[in-house]
């Protein structure tokens, strides 16, 4: 039998006890029964949509999770566990995006090895058929490998962009050289120096003088002459044109966002898009240029009604000098979040861009939102083995900020290292990881409660309460049984110094799990016996070697709503 202490928290108790007040064998002292303040005055601040998903929550209650006496964690976080024990598994995700340096199945699964959690496809890029393979071999390497890789969609957005480059994978512009940008179309006679624009209004809002930056400024022109479709520039600042590249123009210093500002932000060919990422039954749809809550609202109502295996996470990308100006609102009405560092410095001057990454990795924290920081963390490593000493300094200071999540664009899609660039993530955010543990920076952070409900207070103190105890009494791991993932991303919310095993029963909730920081998804099914739950899971990880005897764990569950300390028997 297993020595346990049980804080049971019922919808009004006024003091709750340890009810087996027994030694605990780590540590040999008693822990004293104590007052816990009447959940009746805990305050509840800000509404908050994080809401339990009621399809979700049927499907599991009804207990979807088939065998029901095995335990299901990837095969990666298992071999790492059991090489370095719980304290040192790596607590940041890791998201790569898939192009066509790593679509093939050998380099998806080399990717999945290193420690990819989320493979992402940009749907600027490629073809729907293109996707769907690339869907299907990681879906293929998770059932025969036992990888736990999720999926995630990102959308094109209808911002002005170039086209494809007459089929070139790049080309040089030189200064001073000459170049039409034109909104025609065009198909096999492609004028040389002539880049196609998507945006209709193109040439009717840039003026002569204006300036013209390609990807916020890799490649700088100047506007000379409009004729008709086609606008003549000239290249002040050389550099390489990629296909599809961002566009934005500039007068007097300032960003010119007139018409081009009402273009929508989910595109028609973004809807379609979207279609087929239900279909192919992603993971996470990450929308690109979000300006406010109502496009998230919206594609939320449009997935609920028709995603019928689950549940798609929703993460909006921070891009835009509006969706700055939403920031709050937008995290609320979002699953996730995205800093997507490529454009925001597009459109706001660069040296902001650290200022604004760490407001936003602040805010998603506070309001318990999963935040991803994302391109040129590694952008030198797309031509070379070896990163930056600065890009090391910058994924470093992402990692120590605690964000969840770290992302690799061209790094990983078409350089040359995607393989040693997932290497460099890894191995930074684990010595970052350990050097915030030793600091003990943990210490003193206050988080604001965020809970709109009575039960989600409950919920909320008792995370709190949980990592404090974890922290106090280091132990070794705290587990979570949940139904919806909610409990398990406030009590990463928490950032404790150990991992959190997350045991849920659902495919779609532990795969999004994968993209918060701290949490090891368990696919489990189990019962609202927490007793007969953590017997169960003590021996099937024991049978696995990822736990052995004497091994101490705080154990949550959100169906009781108890906490427990429990010493592996
Ligand atoms: N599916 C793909 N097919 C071909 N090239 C791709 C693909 N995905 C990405 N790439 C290449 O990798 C580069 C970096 O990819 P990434 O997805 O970060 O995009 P991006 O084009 O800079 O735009 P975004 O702002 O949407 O991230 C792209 O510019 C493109 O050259
Ligand atoms: C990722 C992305 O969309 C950006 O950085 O612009
Ligand atoms: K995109
Ligand atoms: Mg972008």
């Not at 940008?181 to 004028?191: E, I, Q």
């Not at 040359?416 to 460099?424: C, D, F, H, I, R």
């Not at 779609?508 to 019962?527: A, E, H, K, T």
Request: proline content about 4%; overall charge negative; some cysteine.
């Amino acid at each position: 039998m297993a020595s346990s202490q049980v804080l049971n928290f019922s919808p009004n108790p006024t003091f709750l006890n340890f009810s087996k007040p027994s030694l605990s064998s780590k540590f040999g002292f008693v822990l004293k029964p104590w007052r816990y303040p009447s959940p009746l005055i805990l305050k509840c601040c800000s509404p908050l949509s994080r809401t339990v998903n009621e399809q979700l929550l049927q499907e599991t209650i009804k207990g979807n999770a088939g065998d029901t006496s095995s335990i299901e964690v990837d095969s990666v976080t298992e071999a790492e566990l059991k090489e370095n024990g719980f304290r040192s598994t790596r607590r940041t995700k890791l998201v790569c995006t898939i192009g066509p340096a790593t679509c093939g199945l050998e380099e998806l699964e080399a990717l999945a090895v290193g420690g990819m959690n989320v493979g992402r496809i940009n749907m600027c890029h490629g073809t729907r058929e293109w996707h769907k393979r690339v869907i299907e071999r990681v879906r293929k390497l998770n059932e025969e490998k036992g990888f736990a890789v999720a999926i995630m969609m990102d959308t094109e957005g209808s911002e002005i962009h170039m086209g494809d480059l007459g089929g070139t994978s790049s080309a040089k512009a030189e200064d001073g050289e000459v170049w039409t940008f034109s909104v025609r179309a065009f198909d096999s006679s492609w004028p040389e120096r002539t880049i196609s624009v998507n945006y209709e209004g193109f040439a009717e809002d840039v003026k002569v003088g204006d300036e013209l930056l390609v990807d916020g400024g890799m490649v700088r022109f100047e506007v000379i002459e409009t004729i008709g479709p086609d606008v003549k520039c000239i290249c002040t600042d050389p550099g390489l044109l990629l296909p599809r590249a961002n566009l934005t123009f500039w007068r007097d210093g300032k960003l010119v966002r007139e018409r081009s500002a009402m273009l929508p932000t989910i595109s028609s060919k973004d809807w379609l898009d979207i279609d087929f990422g239900i279909a192919e039954g992603v993971d996470f749809i990450a929308v690109s240029f979000v300006k406010s809550t109502e496009v998230i609202n919206h594609l939320k109502s449009y997935i609920k009604a028709r995603a019928h295996n689950g549940d798609i996470a929703i993460i909006a990308k921070i891009e835009s000098i509006e969706s700055l100006k939403n920031l709050e609102e937008i995290i609320l009405a979002s699953d996730g979040i995205m800093v997507a560092r490529g454009d925001l410095g597009a459109q706001i001057p660069l040296e902001q861009v650290p200022s604004a990454q760490q407001k936003i990795v602040q805010l998603c924290r506070q309001l318990n939102s999963p935040v991803i920081i994302a391109s040129q963390l590694l952008e030198s490593m797309i031509e070379y083995p070896t990163p930056t000493r600065a890009e090391v300094a910058d994924v470093s200071e992402a990692v120590r900020q605690q964000s969840d999540a770290l992302m690799l664009s061209g790094e990983s899609a078409m350089g040359q290292y995607p393989e040693k660039a997932l290497t460099v993530l890894r191995s930074v955010s684990l010595r970052m990881e350990r050097w915030w543990r030793e600091q003990k920076f943990h210490e003193g952070l206050d988080l604001p409660n965020i809970a709109s409900s009575f039960a989600d207070c409950i919920s909320e103190e008792i995370c709190t309460s949980a990592v404090k105890m974890a922290n106090n009494l280091e132990v070794d791991a705290i587990f979570v049984y949940t139904k919806t993932g909610h409990m398990a991303s406030l009590l990463s919310r928490c950032r404790p110094d150990c991992p959190i095993f997350a045991f849920t029963g659902t495919t779609s909730v532990r795969r999004c799990l994968n993209l918060q920081w701290g949490l090891i998804p368990f696919q489990l099914s189990f019962s609202d016996d927490m007793e007969s739950n953590l017997n169960k899971t003590f021996s099937l990880l024991k049978a696995r070697g990822m736990i052995k005897s004497g091994d101490l764990v705080v154990a949550v569950s959100d169906m009781l709503q108890s906490v427990q300390v429990m010493t592996v028997p």
